[in-house]
């Protein structure tokens, strides 16, 4: 299985990406910082992105 970093995926191309990979099954992993939808601790996210 393929692997993938997807940097940026709020973003516009971040999201297209990250949908572009689901669909040929490739893992992915995902980062975005400082996202509004922290409380608090990091302001960094990694997170795993399957369908």
């Not at 970093?5 to 999201?15: F, H, M, P, V």
Request: charged letters at 15%; proline letters at 0%.
């Amino acid at each position: 299985m393929k692997n993938a970093l997807i940097t940026g995926i709020t973003g516009q191309d971040g999201a297209y990406l990250a949908k572009f990979l689901l669909e040929k099954d490739i893992r992915s992993m995902a980062h975005t910082a400082g996202s509004q939808h922290l409380t608090s601790g990091d302001s960094s996210i990694w997170t795993s992105l399957s369908t």
